[in-house]
Each structure stands twice: as structure tokens, then as C-alpha cells.
């Protein structure tokens, strides 16, 4: 028996299975790759950036060496501001931060829905296995033959099994994407704090004569 004539013992909702777990995959790869990027270019960044002294061309620094890198997008909005005063620089960089590490949890929601959702359709095709066994049985005229009956078991284990996969998967995927979204955000956070000191430092506010 063929890994193809299992499947199709599993019944229909093995199909809705297969779709959840072909999303599951492509999600999670898409999701490695950006993150595996994120982590090459702004955690190398964040490294030079501790030994940064003065803001003197670190716009440029940042846009010709790390153009690709969200802490640069991130450093680059907030030099735009540098003509603000410092505290309204601090208070609309947190807010610049926040929206950029908002976009790393894009297409997680998605992936924490079919987490919970999968195991739900293999229990659903259990259901439905069991309601064929019991039919055959409420159609077998004399006494009980255990292979009238094996579509349905096949049916109720295979898409609780299937489901059951998925979600693990999911569930450990999307944790992974969650904990190193921590990991970025407290990177940033620390990042950013540093930067700010030494924009306050060099900002000098305007003296006026009467």
C-alpha cells in the first residue's frame, strides 16, 4: 500500500488537510527566510552600533550598507526628526519601532488559525468515520464483518492523525516566530535606547537673546 492509497483512505477531509498543511509550509518557509535576513543584517548592525560615538553620516552608513535591514529603516526614520526636540524624537520613535516590528507578525495570525483549526478537521473526520461504522452496522443484516467497517476506521484515524500533525507543527512554528519577534523587539528596544542618548547628547537647544 502507497503513500497516495493511505491518503485516500483518509476520506475528503484529507484534502482540507492537505491545504491547511501546504499553507503551514509555505508560511513557515516564507516567514524562515525573512527572518533568517532580519537576524544576518540588524543583528550585525546593532553590534557596530554600539561603538557609534556621533550621528556624523550614520544616515548614509545605514542606507548604502544596510538599505535592506528594518533597524536602518527604523534609525533612518527617527534621524529624519532630528530637528525635533528630544523628547518628542524619544516618544515618536517608540512608535516607529513598534509599527516596524509590527510587520514581522504579518501572516502569523494565519498560521496560529490553522494550528487551532487542523486538529478540529481531523477530529470532524473521526466523527464522520465513526457515523460510516456505525451506519455499516445498522446495514449489516447478520452479525458483524470487521472489513465493512475498515473504511470507516480508516477514515476516523488518519484524518485525526493528520490533523493532529498539522497543528503540532503549527504550533511550534509559530512559537519559534513569536519568541525570536521578542528577541527583536528587545534588541531594537536596547538599540534605539543607546541611539537616543547620544542624540540627546549632541542636540543642543536653541538659546534665544531678549
Known amino acids: 500500500m502507497n503513500l497516495f492509497s493511505i491518503f485516500m483512505k483518509g476520506g475528503p477531509l484529507m484534502f482540507a488537510l492537505l491545504i491547511c498543511g501546504v499553507f503551514v509550509v509555505a508560511i513557515a518557509v516564507a516567514k524562515f527566510l525573512e527572518f533568517r535576513k532580519v537576524k544576518q543584517l540588524d543583528f550585525l548592525l546593532a553590534d557596530q552600533l554600539q561603538t557609534v560615538t556621533s550621528f556624523s553620516h550614520l544616515k548614509?552608513?545605514?542606507?548604502?550598507?544596510?538599505?535592506?535591514?528594518?533597524?536602518?529603516?527604523?534609525?533612518?526614520?527617527?534621524?529624519?526628526?532630528?530637528?525635533?526636540?528630544p523628547k518628542a524624537v524619544k516618544e515618536n520613535a517608540s512608535g516607529i519601532a513598534e509599527r516596524q516590528v509590527h510587520l514581522l507578525d504579518k501572516r502569523l495570525g494565519v498560521l496560529a488559525t490553522f494550528a487551532a483549526v487542523s486538529p478540529l478537521i481531523g477530529f470532524l473526520g473521526t466523527v464522520t468515520g465513526m457515523v460510516r461504522v456505525f451506519m455499516n452496522i445498522e446495514k449489516s443484516p447478520v452479525g458483524v464483518d470487521v472489513s465493512a467497517f475498515a473504511g470507516g476506521i480508516w477514515e476516523a484515524l488518519l484524518t485525526t492523525v493528520g490533523g493532529l500533525v498539522i497543528g503540532i507543527i503549527s504550533i511550534l512554528f509559530y512559537n519559534y516566530f513569536v519568541s525570536f519577534i521578542e528577541t527583536y523587539a528587545k534588541m531594537v528596544e536596547d538599540t534605539l535606547t543607546n541611539l537616543l542618548i547620544i542624540l540627546e547628547d549632541e542636540t543642543v537647544e536653541p538659546t534665544y537673546e531678549d
Open 60 to 85: 548614509g552608513f545605514l542606507e548604502s550598507q544596510f538599505h535592506d535591514s528594518p533597524l536602518a529603516t527604523i534609525i533612518t526614520k527617527i534621524l529624519d526628526l532630528h530637528k525635533l526636540k
